[in-house]
Protein backbone atom coordinates (compact mmCIF):
# COMPACT_ATOMS: atom_id res chain seq x y z
CA UNK A 1 0.00 0.00 0.00
CA UNK A 2 0.88 3.60 -0.41
CA UNK A 3 2.97 4.31 2.29
CA UNK A 4 2.11 8.05 4.16
CA UNK A 5 4.32 10.83 5.76
CA UNK A 6 3.29 12.71 8.42
CA UNK A 7 5.11 16.44 9.27
CA UNK A 8 4.84 17.71 12.46
CA UNK A 9 5.44 21.09 12.94
CA UNK A 10 5.40 24.39 14.47
CA UNK A 11 6.02 28.29 13.78
CA UNK A 12 7.08 28.33 17.65
CA UNK A 13 8.87 26.55 19.95
CA UNK A 14 6.98 25.38 23.08
CA UNK A 15 3.29 24.60 21.44
CA UNK A 16 3.84 20.89 21.95
CA UNK A 17 5.04 19.94 18.65
CA UNK A 18 6.55 16.51 19.95
CA UNK A 19 3.56 15.77 22.26
CA UNK A 20 1.56 15.67 19.40
CA UNK A 21 4.15 13.80 17.30
CA UNK A 22 4.47 11.24 20.57
CA UNK A 23 0.47 10.96 20.43
CA UNK A 24 0.20 10.10 16.48
CA UNK A 25 2.83 7.44 17.07
CA UNK A 26 0.90 6.41 20.01
CA UNK A 27 -2.02 6.51 18.25
CA UNK A 28 -0.93 4.26 15.17
CA UNK A 29 0.66 1.94 17.74
CA UNK A 30 -2.97 1.35 19.35
CA UNK A 31 -4.35 0.74 15.52
CA UNK A 32 -1.33 -1.72 14.99
CA UNK A 33 -0.01 0.28 11.92
CA UNK A 34 3.93 0.46 11.82
CA UNK A 35 5.85 3.73 12.31
CA UNK A 36 9.13 5.24 11.75
CA UNK A 37 9.95 8.32 12.81
CA UNK A 38 12.23 11.41 12.36
CA UNK A 39 13.65 13.65 14.94
CA UNK A 40 14.68 17.23 13.40
CA UNK A 41 15.53 18.39 16.69
CA UNK A 42 19.54 17.95 16.40
CA UNK A 43 21.36 16.78 18.27
CA UNK A 44 18.84 16.43 21.06
CA UNK A 45 16.21 14.55 20.03
CA UNK A 46 13.55 14.75 22.40
CA UNK A 47 11.31 12.31 20.21
CA UNK A 48 13.96 9.40 20.91
CA UNK A 49 13.81 9.58 24.09
CA UNK A 50 9.92 8.37 23.59
CA UNK A 51 10.44 6.21 20.69
CA UNK A 52 14.12 4.99 20.96
CA UNK A 53 13.46 1.97 18.56
CA UNK A 54 11.82 3.89 15.99
CA UNK A 55 13.42 7.03 15.89
CA UNK A 56 16.40 8.92 13.94
CA UNK A 57 17.79 11.85 15.15
CA UNK A 58 18.44 14.24 11.33
CA UNK A 59 19.99 17.58 10.71
CA UNK A 60 17.85 19.33 8.01
CA UNK A 61 20.59 21.50 6.92
CA UNK A 62 22.49 18.21 5.55
CA UNK A 63 21.60 16.89 2.39
CA UNK A 64 22.64 13.16 3.06
CA UNK A 65 20.14 13.58 6.22
CA UNK A 66 17.79 15.30 3.90
CA UNK A 67 17.98 12.35 1.53
CA UNK A 68 17.57 10.03 4.40
CA UNK A 69 13.98 10.58 4.48
CA UNK A 70 13.03 10.58 1.20
CA UNK A 71 15.59 7.62 -0.33
CA UNK A 72 13.81 5.20 2.06
CA UNK A 73 10.04 6.14 2.36
CA UNK A 74 9.83 3.07 -0.24
CA UNK A 75 11.86 0.80 0.71
CA UNK A 76 11.34 1.14 4.73
CA UNK A 77 8.60 -0.96 4.73
CA UNK A 78 6.55 0.61 7.44
CA UNK A 79 3.34 2.49 6.45
CA UNK A 80 3.93 5.28 8.61
CA UNK A 81 6.81 7.91 9.03
CA UNK A 82 6.12 11.21 11.34
CA UNK A 83 8.99 13.75 11.27
CA UNK A 84 8.93 16.05 13.73
CA UNK A 85 10.24 19.07 12.59
CA UNK A 86 12.59 21.60 14.59
CA UNK A 87 10.56 24.49 16.25
CA UNK A 88 10.45 27.37 14.26
CA UNK A 89 10.61 28.21 10.42
CA UNK A 90 8.14 25.85 9.41
CA UNK A 91 8.59 27.21 5.85
CA UNK A 92 12.11 26.62 5.70
CA UNK A 93 11.34 23.15 6.65
CA UNK A 94 8.84 22.76 3.68
CA UNK A 95 11.07 24.89 1.38
CA UNK A 96 14.09 22.08 1.52
CA UNK A 97 10.96 19.07 1.35
CA UNK A 98 9.89 21.21 -2.14
CA UNK A 99 13.39 21.25 -3.14
CA UNK A 100 14.57 18.04 -2.45
CA UNK A 101 11.36 16.88 -4.20
CA UNK A 102 9.27 15.29 -1.18
CA UNK A 103 6.68 17.52 -2.30
CA UNK A 104 6.50 16.95 -5.77
CA UNK A 105 6.51 13.12 -5.07
CA UNK A 106 3.63 13.59 -2.98
CA UNK A 107 1.53 15.66 -5.75
CA UNK A 108 2.30 12.57 -7.63
CA UNK A 109 1.01 10.00 -5.95
CA UNK A 110 4.27 7.92 -4.79
CA UNK A 111 3.24 8.92 -0.72
CA UNK A 112 0.52 10.72 1.27
CA UNK A 113 1.45 13.44 2.85
CA UNK A 114 0.47 15.42 5.93
CA UNK A 115 1.36 18.05 7.49
CA UNK A 116 -0.07 18.66 11.23
CA UNK A 117 0.65 22.20 11.94
CA UNK A 118 0.65 23.15 15.46
CA UNK A 119 -0.99 26.24 17.05
CA UNK A 120 0.20 27.71 20.09
CA UNK A 121 -2.09 30.24 21.84
CA UNK A 122 -2.34 32.93 20.56
CA UNK A 123 -3.80 34.50 17.27
CA UNK A 124 -0.32 35.32 15.70
CA UNK A 125 0.39 31.83 15.01
CA UNK A 126 -2.70 32.08 12.52
CA UNK A 127 -0.08 34.08 10.41
CA UNK A 128 1.98 31.11 9.66
CA UNK A 129 -0.87 29.63 7.75
CA UNK A 130 -0.37 32.17 5.53
CA UNK A 131 3.44 31.77 5.10
CA UNK A 132 3.16 27.84 4.40
CA UNK A 133 0.06 28.48 1.59
CA UNK A 134 1.87 28.24 -1.04
CA UNK A 135 3.20 25.11 -0.30
CA UNK A 136 0.14 23.15 0.66
CA UNK A 137 -0.60 21.82 -3.07
CA UNK A 138 -1.11 17.77 -2.62
CA UNK A 139 -0.32 18.25 1.19
CA UNK A 140 -3.15 16.94 3.29
CA UNK A 141 -3.10 20.31 5.78
CA UNK A 142 -4.34 19.80 9.84
CA UNK A 143 -4.49 22.66 11.92
CA UNK A 144 -3.85 21.41 14.84
CA UNK A 145 -4.87 22.86 17.95
CA UNK A 146 -3.06 22.02 21.37
CA UNK A 147 -4.83 22.42 24.48
CA UNK A 148 -2.62 19.82 26.12
CA UNK A 149 -1.47 22.20 28.60
CA UNK A 150 -3.79 25.32 28.29
CA UNK A 151 -6.44 26.22 30.64
CA UNK A 152 -6.88 29.21 28.49
CA UNK A 153 -6.60 28.69 24.65
CA UNK A 154 -7.05 31.89 22.21
CA UNK A 155 -9.68 34.09 21.64
CA UNK A 156 -10.67 32.26 18.28
CA UNK A 157 -12.12 34.26 16.16
CA UNK A 158 -14.39 32.47 13.53
CA UNK A 159 -14.02 35.35 10.40
CA UNK A 160 -9.87 35.83 10.88
CA UNK A 161 -9.82 32.21 11.35
CA UNK A 162 -12.12 31.65 7.66
CA UNK A 163 -9.89 34.13 5.90
CA UNK A 164 -6.65 31.94 6.56
CA UNK A 165 -8.19 28.85 6.76
CA UNK A 166 -9.36 29.34 3.03
CA UNK A 167 -6.18 29.47 1.40
CA UNK A 168 -5.60 25.71 1.64
CA UNK A 169 -7.90 23.13 0.39
CA UNK A 170 -8.20 19.77 1.72
CA UNK A 171 -7.83 21.14 5.39
CA UNK A 172 -9.13 20.09 8.62
CA UNK A 173 -8.57 20.85 11.96
CA UNK A 174 -8.38 19.30 15.48
CA UNK A 175 -8.30 19.54 19.18
CA UNK A 176 -5.44 18.06 21.00
CA UNK A 177 -7.75 18.24 24.49
CA UNK A 178 -6.37 18.80 28.01
CA UNK A 179 -4.54 16.39 30.35
CA UNK A 180 -3.66 16.85 33.65
CA UNK A 181 -0.35 18.21 34.77
CA UNK A 182 0.60 15.34 37.01
CA UNK A 183 -0.69 12.84 34.78
CA UNK A 184 1.34 14.28 31.91
CA UNK A 185 4.62 15.03 34.33
CA UNK A 186 4.25 11.04 35.17
CA UNK A 187 4.50 10.30 31.61
CA UNK A 188 7.32 12.57 30.37
CA UNK A 189 9.74 11.11 33.97
CA UNK A 190 9.03 7.57 33.31
CA UNK A 191 9.57 8.12 29.87
CA UNK A 192 7.39 5.39 28.35
CA UNK A 193 4.79 6.40 25.46
CA UNK A 194 1.25 6.88 26.25
CA UNK A 195 -0.05 3.55 25.40
CA UNK A 196 2.52 1.51 27.80
CA UNK A 197 1.99 4.46 30.63
CA UNK A 198 -2.39 3.09 30.03
CA UNK A 199 -0.90 -0.51 29.96
CA UNK A 200 1.47 -0.07 32.95
CA UNK A 201 4.36 -0.97 31.23
CA UNK A 202 7.72 0.61 32.45
CA UNK A 203 10.56 2.00 29.75
CA UNK A 204 12.65 -1.50 30.01
CA UNK A 205 9.43 -3.36 29.51
CA UNK A 206 8.97 -5.03 33.17
CA UNK A 207 5.58 -4.10 35.24
CA UNK A 208 5.59 -0.34 35.50
CA UNK A 209 4.00 1.05 39.43
CA UNK A 210 1.94 3.93 37.47
CA UNK A 211 -1.09 5.16 39.72
CA UNK A 212 -4.00 3.71 38.83
CA UNK A 213 -5.76 7.31 38.75
CA UNK A 214 -3.36 8.67 36.42
CA UNK A 215 -3.32 5.43 33.75
CA UNK A 216 -6.98 6.32 33.64
CA UNK A 217 -6.26 9.75 32.94
CA UNK A 218 -4.35 9.49 30.14
CA UNK A 219 -6.54 6.45 28.45
CA UNK A 220 -9.37 8.90 28.58
CA UNK A 221 -6.96 11.43 27.06
CA UNK A 222 -6.01 8.82 24.09
CA UNK A 223 -9.72 7.56 23.66
CA UNK A 224 -10.47 11.74 23.14
CA UNK A 225 -7.42 11.83 20.79
CA UNK A 226 -8.37 8.89 18.67
CA UNK A 227 -11.95 10.39 17.92
CA UNK A 228 -10.12 13.78 16.86
CA UNK A 229 -7.43 11.94 14.82
CA UNK A 230 -10.32 9.30 13.40
CA UNK A 231 -11.83 12.93 11.83
CA UNK A 232 -9.06 13.18 9.59
CA UNK A 233 -8.89 12.33 5.90
CA UNK A 234 -5.48 11.38 5.61
CA UNK A 235 -5.64 8.82 8.66
CA UNK A 236 -9.38 7.39 7.50
CA UNK A 237 -7.35 6.10 4.48
CA UNK A 238 -4.70 4.74 5.98
CA UNK A 239 -6.94 2.55 8.18
CA UNK A 240 -8.96 1.96 5.84
CA UNK A 241 -6.34 0.50 3.82
CA UNK A 242 -4.78 -1.41 6.28
CA UNK A 243 -8.40 -3.02 7.32
CA UNK A 244 -9.14 -3.42 3.10
CA UNK A 245 -5.57 -5.86 2.84
CA UNK A 246 -6.61 -9.02 4.49
CA UNK A 247 -5.54 -10.21 7.87
CA UNK A 248 -2.40 -7.95 7.12
CA UNK B 1 -14.05 -15.74 54.28
CA UNK B 2 -16.37 -13.24 52.91
CA UNK B 3 -14.98 -11.63 49.72
CA UNK B 4 -13.34 -7.93 50.75
CA UNK B 5 -15.83 -5.18 50.03
CA UNK B 6 -15.39 -0.83 49.25
CA UNK B 7 -18.20 0.29 51.29
CA UNK B 8 -19.28 4.43 49.67
CA UNK B 9 -21.88 6.07 52.27
CA UNK B 10 -23.40 9.04 50.43
CA UNK B 11 -26.43 11.44 49.83
CA UNK B 12 -27.33 14.43 47.82
CA UNK B 13 -27.56 16.08 51.02
CA UNK B 14 -25.79 17.18 53.76
CA UNK B 15 -25.80 16.80 57.53
CA UNK B 16 -28.72 13.16 57.60
CA UNK B 17 -26.27 10.85 59.28
CA UNK B 18 -23.32 9.82 56.79
CA UNK B 19 -20.54 9.60 59.37
CA UNK B 20 -22.83 7.71 61.94
CA UNK B 21 -23.43 5.44 59.51
CA UNK B 22 -19.58 5.02 58.29
CA UNK B 23 -19.18 5.05 61.80
CA UNK B 24 -21.55 1.90 62.93
CA UNK B 25 -20.38 0.32 60.05
CA UNK B 26 -16.61 0.11 60.77
CA UNK B 27 -17.73 -0.64 64.63
CA UNK B 28 -19.63 -3.59 62.85
CA UNK B 29 -17.00 -4.71 60.83
CA UNK B 30 -14.46 -4.66 63.60
CA UNK B 31 -16.59 -6.62 65.77
CA UNK B 32 -16.45 -9.17 62.81
CA UNK B 33 -13.41 -9.84 63.62
CA UNK B 34 -12.51 -7.42 59.48
CA UNK B 35 -9.76 -4.92 59.60
CA UNK B 36 -12.04 -2.33 57.93
CA UNK B 37 -9.40 0.81 56.50
CA UNK B 38 -11.75 4.64 56.41
CA UNK B 39 -11.46 7.35 54.30
CA UNK B 40 -13.23 10.35 54.98
CA UNK B 41 -13.45 12.88 52.15
CA UNK B 42 -14.14 15.56 54.02
CA UNK B 43 -10.77 17.65 54.14
CA UNK B 44 -12.25 20.47 55.87
CA UNK B 45 -13.79 18.85 58.95
CA UNK B 46 -12.58 15.14 59.32
CA UNK B 47 -15.69 13.88 60.83
CA UNK B 48 -14.80 10.54 60.92
CA UNK B 49 -11.05 10.24 61.28
CA UNK B 50 -11.50 11.94 64.87
CA UNK B 51 -13.65 8.26 66.11
CA UNK B 52 -10.64 5.73 64.18
CA UNK B 53 -7.40 7.96 64.24
CA UNK B 54 -4.72 5.60 62.73
CA UNK B 55 -6.99 3.65 60.52
CA UNK B 56 -8.50 6.77 58.52
CA UNK B 57 -6.82 8.43 55.20
CA UNK B 58 -7.85 12.28 54.72
CA UNK B 59 -8.15 12.68 51.04
CA UNK B 60 -9.37 15.75 49.24
CA UNK B 61 -11.30 14.30 46.06
CA UNK B 62 -10.98 17.73 44.45
CA UNK B 63 -7.07 17.14 43.60
CA UNK B 64 -5.36 14.45 41.51
CA UNK B 65 -3.36 13.49 44.22
CA UNK B 66 -6.66 13.13 46.55
CA UNK B 67 -7.65 10.93 43.71
CA UNK B 68 -4.61 9.14 44.20
CA UNK B 69 -4.23 9.02 47.40
CA UNK B 70 -7.86 7.12 47.90
CA UNK B 71 -7.98 4.65 44.86
CA UNK B 72 -4.16 3.80 44.20
CA UNK B 73 -4.37 3.14 47.70
CA UNK B 74 -7.75 0.65 48.38
CA UNK B 75 -5.88 -0.41 44.93
CA UNK B 76 -2.53 -1.20 46.41
CA UNK B 77 -3.53 -2.84 49.01
CA UNK B 78 -6.52 -5.45 48.34
CA UNK B 79 -7.83 -7.91 50.56
CA UNK B 80 -9.22 -5.79 53.14
CA UNK B 81 -12.50 -3.44 53.52
CA UNK B 82 -12.65 -0.32 52.91
CA UNK B 83 -15.39 2.83 54.13
CA UNK B 84 -15.55 5.65 52.45
CA UNK B 85 -17.36 8.76 53.86
CA UNK B 86 -18.27 11.24 50.92
CA UNK B 87 -19.54 14.77 51.72
CA UNK B 88 -22.84 15.52 49.74
CA UNK B 89 -20.64 17.71 47.56
CA UNK B 90 -18.34 15.48 45.59
CA UNK B 91 -20.90 12.63 45.55
CA UNK B 92 -21.46 13.64 41.88
CA UNK B 93 -17.97 14.03 41.59
CA UNK B 94 -16.47 11.27 42.96
CA UNK B 95 -19.24 8.90 40.37
CA UNK B 96 -18.38 10.57 37.46
CA UNK B 97 -14.61 10.17 38.17
CA UNK B 98 -15.40 6.83 39.33
CA UNK B 99 -16.66 6.20 35.70
CA UNK B 100 -13.77 8.05 33.71
CA UNK B 101 -11.09 5.84 35.04
CA UNK B 102 -13.22 2.48 35.32
CA UNK B 103 -12.70 2.05 38.61
CA UNK B 104 -15.40 -0.30 39.71
CA UNK B 105 -13.92 -2.31 36.62
CA UNK B 106 -10.85 -2.02 38.55
CA UNK B 107 -12.24 -2.70 42.25
CA UNK B 108 -13.84 -5.85 40.45
CA UNK B 109 -10.24 -6.89 38.97
CA UNK B 110 -9.03 -6.78 41.99
CA UNK B 111 -11.59 -9.33 44.29
CA UNK B 112 -13.55 -5.98 46.00
CA UNK B 113 -17.28 -6.43 46.07
CA UNK B 114 -18.87 -2.35 45.34
CA UNK B 115 -22.18 -1.47 48.23
CA UNK B 116 -23.01 1.69 48.00
CA UNK B 117 -25.18 3.37 50.66
CA UNK B 118 -27.23 6.27 49.64
CA UNK B 119 -29.05 8.22 52.96
CA UNK B 120 -32.36 9.14 51.34
CA UNK B 121 -33.35 13.07 52.14
CA UNK B 122 -36.68 14.03 52.92
CA UNK B 123 -36.74 15.56 49.03
CA UNK B 124 -38.10 13.57 46.77
CA UNK B 125 -35.26 13.86 44.10
CA UNK B 126 -33.41 12.15 46.85
CA UNK B 127 -35.35 8.96 46.28
CA UNK B 128 -34.97 9.32 42.45
CA UNK B 129 -30.76 9.66 43.22
CA UNK B 130 -30.90 6.51 45.59
CA UNK B 131 -33.30 4.30 42.60
CA UNK B 132 -30.68 5.95 40.12
CA UNK B 133 -28.30 4.32 42.13
CA UNK B 134 -29.49 0.81 42.32
CA UNK B 135 -29.28 0.95 38.54
CA UNK B 136 -25.60 2.04 38.30
CA UNK B 137 -23.54 -0.23 36.74
CA UNK B 138 -20.61 -1.49 38.25
CA UNK B 139 -22.41 -1.73 42.04
CA UNK B 140 -23.20 -4.96 42.96
CA UNK B 141 -25.74 -3.34 45.99
CA UNK B 142 -26.85 -0.42 46.25
CA UNK B 143 -28.46 -0.10 49.75
CA UNK B 144 -31.06 2.95 50.79
CA UNK B 145 -30.99 4.37 53.83
CA UNK B 146 -33.58 5.71 56.16
CA UNK B 147 -32.37 8.13 59.22
CA UNK B 148 -35.68 8.09 61.08
CA UNK B 149 -34.26 10.96 62.74
CA UNK B 150 -33.79 13.51 59.50
CA UNK B 151 -36.71 11.69 57.66
CA UNK B 152 -36.98 10.25 54.08
CA UNK B 153 -38.73 10.19 50.94
CA UNK B 154 -38.09 6.54 50.52
CA UNK B 155 -41.46 5.73 51.87
CA UNK B 156 -42.90 2.19 50.48
CA UNK B 157 -40.15 1.50 47.78
CA UNK B 158 -38.91 -1.31 49.17
CA UNK B 159 -36.01 -2.63 51.21
CA UNK B 160 -34.03 0.71 53.39
CA UNK B 161 -31.36 0.51 56.21
CA UNK B 162 -32.94 1.98 58.76
CA UNK B 163 -30.91 4.28 61.45
CA UNK B 164 -33.03 4.75 64.32
CA UNK B 165 -33.94 7.63 66.20
CA UNK B 166 -31.68 8.69 69.29
CA UNK B 167 -32.65 11.10 71.75
CA UNK B 168 -30.50 14.04 71.82
CA UNK B 169 -28.28 13.81 74.85
CA UNK B 170 -26.98 10.56 73.74
CA UNK B 171 -26.35 11.47 69.96
CA UNK B 172 -24.36 14.62 71.50
CA UNK B 173 -22.68 12.19 73.87
CA UNK B 174 -21.35 9.95 71.19
CA UNK B 175 -20.21 12.55 69.40
CA UNK B 176 -17.34 13.13 71.84
CA UNK B 177 -14.20 11.72 69.98
CA UNK B 178 -13.47 9.32 72.85
CA UNK B 179 -16.61 7.62 72.67
CA UNK B 180 -16.54 3.92 71.05
CA UNK B 181 -19.56 2.26 69.60
CA UNK B 182 -18.08 -0.59 69.75
CA UNK B 183 -16.66 -0.65 73.05
CA UNK B 184 -20.22 0.49 73.90
CA UNK B 185 -21.52 -2.58 72.66
CA UNK B 186 -18.54 -4.72 74.68
CA UNK B 187 -19.61 -3.37 77.84
CA UNK B 188 -17.69 -0.24 79.00
CA UNK B 189 -19.41 2.73 80.08
CA UNK B 190 -17.81 4.82 77.27
CA UNK B 191 -18.45 8.11 79.88
CA UNK B 192 -22.36 7.06 78.93
CA UNK B 193 -24.79 7.12 81.51
CA UNK B 194 -27.07 4.24 81.97
CA UNK B 195 -30.06 4.92 79.65
CA UNK B 196 -28.06 6.02 77.05
CA UNK B 197 -25.85 2.94 76.82
CA UNK B 198 -28.88 1.02 76.84
CA UNK B 199 -29.94 3.32 73.83
CA UNK B 200 -26.69 3.02 72.05
CA UNK B 201 -26.55 -0.83 72.24
CA UNK B 202 -30.24 -0.39 70.81
CA UNK B 203 -29.37 1.32 67.95
CA UNK B 204 -26.28 -0.29 67.28
CA UNK B 205 -28.34 -4.05 67.38
CA UNK B 206 -30.63 -2.83 65.11
CA UNK B 207 -28.47 -1.55 63.00
CA UNK B 208 -26.13 -4.16 63.17
CA UNK B 209 -29.17 -6.26 62.27
CA UNK B 210 -29.42 -4.96 59.43
CA UNK B 211 -25.95 -4.79 58.31
CA UNK B 212 -25.70 -8.56 58.45
CA UNK B 213 -28.21 -8.96 56.04
CA UNK B 214 -26.38 -6.91 53.48
CA UNK B 215 -24.44 -9.82 52.39
CA UNK B 216 -27.17 -12.58 52.21
CA UNK B 217 -29.38 -9.87 50.32
CA UNK B 218 -25.95 -9.38 47.90
CA UNK B 219 -25.93 -13.69 47.43
CA UNK B 220 -29.15 -13.10 45.86
CA UNK B 221 -28.66 -10.80 43.53
CA UNK B 222 -25.89 -12.84 42.51
CA UNK B 223 -28.58 -15.54 42.16
CA UNK B 224 -30.74 -13.69 39.88
CA UNK B 225 -28.99 -12.15 37.37
Known amino acids: MKP ?94 ERIGVLEAARNGQFNLGLFHVVGPSIASLDEIGEIARYMSGVQYVLTRNFINETNFFEWDEATHKKYFAQISKAHEINIPKLNEMAYEQVDLAGVTFKDFVDNKAADGTPGK ?39 | MTQPAVYIICSDQHRNGKTLLARTLLDYLLLEGRDPFAIDADVAKAPLRGFFPGRTALVDFETIPGQMKLFDTILASPGRDYVIDLPALQTERFFAVADDLKVFDALHEAGFRVVVFFIVDKRQTSALLAEAMGRRSGIDLAVPVVNKYVGSSWAERGYALGLPELNQSTFAAIGNKRVSLRAVAEGDAEGLNQPQQQEVIAFLSAVMRDLSDVDPIMSLKGLKT
Open chain 1, 210 to 248: FSFVLRGYVKKWCNEIDEEYARVALVQELLSGRTANPRS
Open chain 1, 4 to 97: TLILVGADKGGVGKTTISRSLLDYFARKNVLTRAFDTENPRGSLRRFYPGITEVIDLSNVAHQMKVLDTMETANVPVTVVDLKAGNLSYALDVF
